[in-house]
């Protein structure tokens, strides 16, 4: 990056830090940033400071709001007595995008990680068993299928299961629509164990 000047550069190696951007794409972005009117530009920069300084996690499930309680936690229409558990916020949203699912969320803020130094005390734990001392009848675990994921919900199920409440664990196989020749061992093994009855 040293043929830019020394602010262009400054720009793509910020840009670079964001998730899934490479020197390419922060290349690309930097350039169409500087061809962008100063206004574009101003309102990028003050969206980036509002989220900033007015995003915080909901004072209940730990989802993104600018309020005290985020728009799920404030519905009254939502059903409190089922309670999906996922790793991050935006867990939640793809839930949410996905539809069917009208309970509540608690967002963990991660997965357990030993190896790189994620404990239990790390993550929204005790905010969950406070919350499920309520009238909770079911907790969802909606956590990834991956070893951080696994290892997260078997830990919570061991934690919530001698409270006496319902835990169950999203199903996990074949997207619609797969090939099951293209699909892993794993994968299938899960899909037939998770099976349903039609």
Known sequence: MRAYPRPLARLM???????????KSAQRLALYLLRASPEDG????????????????CSICFNLTDDDLCPICADPQ??????????????LLAMERAGGFRGRYHVLQGLLSPMDGVG??????????????????????ATNPTVEGDATAVYLAGLLKPLGIKVTRIALGLP???????????????????????
Do not use: F, W
């Open 78 to 91: 939502r059903d409190g007595s089922v309670i999906c558990v996922v790793s991050e916020a935006r867990d």
């Open 42 to 57: 101003k309102a990028l920069a003050d969206a980036i400071l509002e989220v900033k300084q007015t995003i915080h996690p």
């Open 176 to 198: 619609v629509g797969g090939d099951l020749d293209y699909a892993d061992d794993v994968t299938i093994a899960r899909a037939m164990a998770g099976r349903t009855e039609l």
């Open 13 to 23: 190696e910020e840009l670079e830090k964001m998730p899934g951007v490479g020197p």
């Open 120 to 141: 239990p005390e790390s993550l929204r734990l005790r905010e969950l068993l406070e919350r499920v001392r309520g009238e909770i009848n079911e907790v969802i675990l």
